[in-house]
C-alpha cells in the first residue's frame, strides 16, 4: 500500500497542474535578431515575451553545473527550473539575448563549434569570456558541426572523426576560454551508441539532445531533453513546448542511440504509470513518418509498439506521449535512434 501511495504520488508530481513542477524545460535556441531571419531565428519580441512569461511565474534557468546536480537521483528536488540552450554560438545571441537575458536574471547556455566562432555571424572568444562571467556555460558542440553518425560503416575513420569533432573541440574551447567543457551538444541531435561511448569515456559530464519531453531526476545526464524553439513559434506553441512534461521510461528498446539493421517493434517501461486507464489516459507512440499499433500492459507498465513498414537508413525519434484527461496535461518521452546504411539524414 505505502508503495502504491508513493507511486500515485510520483504520477501526481509529474501530471499535477497545481503543483510545482519538478521536471525540467530546456529550450535550444539558435539566433534572436530584432527581426527574425529564418527558420532557427527568433525576433527579439518574441523572445522577450518567452522570457517575461517564465520570469513572472518565478522560474529559475539552470547553468550546466546546476543541471548536472538536479538530474542527480538522490538530490533535493528543483522547483520551477529551466534550461536555456543557444546552439551554434551566433553573435545576435550576445547582441540581443544576453541583455534580456540579464534584464530577468537568467543565465544561459551556449553550445558552439570552434570551427565557426571568430567568423563574421559568430560570436568572438572575448564575448564567450564575457558570458561565462556573467555565470553562463559554454559547451562543446563539436568542431564543424556534422552529422556525428555519418561515418558509422568505416570503424577506424570513424574513430579519427570523432575524435576531431569530439574530444579536439573541447580541447580547443577548454583551452580558449579557461572553463571546463561538461556537455557535449550534438550537432542535429544525432547521437549514436559510439558518440555516447566516446563522450562518457573522454570526460564529459553529460550530453545535450532534441529528445522530445523535460528532463527528470533520476534521467541519464547523457540524455538531457530540449525543445527546439522555431521562429514560426506563437505564444501558444511555445507553451506547448514548455508545457510538455517529463514521462521517466526505462528498458528502452531500441536503446537511446542504439545502431539497428532494421526496426519492427520498440518497447519501453513507463515507470511511474501506476493508475494507467483508457478512461484517465489518451496514451500514444509514434515514430518519425510511420504508422504503429502499440499496447500497454499494466502490470508490467511495458509499452510494446509494432511499426508498420520498412525504415530507410537514417536518424528517427521514438516519442511517447501520456495525456491527462482531467487537465489536458500532456508528458513524453523521446529518444533518437539510427537505422545503419550510407545516408543518415535528419530534419534537424
Ligand atoms: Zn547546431
Redo the contacts with the bound molecule.
Keep these: 500500500m505505502k508503495r502504491l501511495l508513493t507511486l500515485a504520488f510520483c504520477m501526481m508530481l509529474v501530471l499535477s497542474p497545481l503543483a510545482a513542477r519538478t521536471d525540467i524545460a530546456g529550450f535550444c535556441y539558435?539566433q534572436v535578431e530584432p527581426k527574425a531571419s529564418g527558420k532557427f531565428s527568433l525576433s527579439l519580441d518574441k523572445f522577450t515575451e518567452q522570457l517575461e512569461y517564465l520570469h513572472q511565474r518565478k522560474y529559475k534557468s539552470l547553468n550546466s553545473e546546476e543541471l548536472l546536480a538536479a538530474l542527480a537521483s538522490g538530490s533535493a528536488p528543483t522547483e520551477n527550473s529551466v534550461v536555456i540552450t543557444f546552439?551554434?554560438g551566433y553573435r545576435t545571441v550576445y547582441d540581443y539575448a544576453f541583455p534580456v537575458m540579464k534584464k530577468y536574471g537568467f543565465k544561459g547556455i551556449v553550445?558552439v563549434y570552434p570551427s565557426f566562432i571568430g567568423s563574421k555571424l559568430a560570436m568572438s572568444w572575448q564575448q564567450l569570456s564575457e558570458l561565462i562571467n556573467a555565470g553562463w556555460s559554454v559547451e562543446c558542440?563539436s568542431m564543424g558541426?556534422k552529422n556525428l553518425a555519418e561515418h558509422y560503416e568505416n570503424a577506424e575513420f570513424e574513430k579519427k572523426f570523432l575524435n576531431h569533432e569530439i574530444v579536439a573541440a573541447r580541447d580547443i574551447i577548454e583551452k580558449q576560454l579557461g572553463n571546463k567543457v561538461k556537455f557535449m551538444v550534438w550537432?542535429?541531435g544525432v547521437y549514436t551508441d559510439r558518440t555516447m561511448q566516446l563522450v562518457r569515456d573522454s570526460g564529459f559530464a553529460g550530453a545535450m539532445t532534441v529528445d522530445g519531453g523535460a528532463s527528470y531526476q533520476g534521467l541519464s545526464p547523457y540524455l538531457v531533453k530540449r525543445q527546439v524553439i522555431y521562429s514560426s513559434d506563437d505564444m501558444n506553441k511555445f507553451l506547448i513546448r514548455f508545457g510538455m512534461r517529463a514521462l521517466p521510461a526505462s528498458q528502452q528498446y531500441p536503446a537511446p542511440g542504439q545502431v539497428v539493421t532494421q526496426l519492427a517493434t520498440f518497447s519501453c517501461r513507463l515507470d511511474e504509470l501506476a493508475d494507467y486507464s483508457p478512461e484517465k489516459y489518451v496514451l500514444n507512440a509514434k515514430t518519425t513518418g510511420k504508422k504503429v499499433t502499440f499496447s500497454f500492459d499494466p502490470q508490467t507498465r511495458m509499452l510494446t509498439a509494432t511499426v508498420g513498414s520498412e525504415f530507410k537508413p537514417g536518424n528517427y525519434f521514438i516519442d511517447i506521449y501520456l495525456r491527462d484527461k482531467n487537465t489536458g496535461i500532456t508528458a513524453q518521452n523521446g529518444w533518437l535512434f539510427t537505422i545503419a546504411g550510407k545516408s543518415n539524414k535528419t530534419g534537424y
Excluded: I
Design positions: 539558435h546552439d551554434d553550445c558542440h558541426h550537432p542535429y
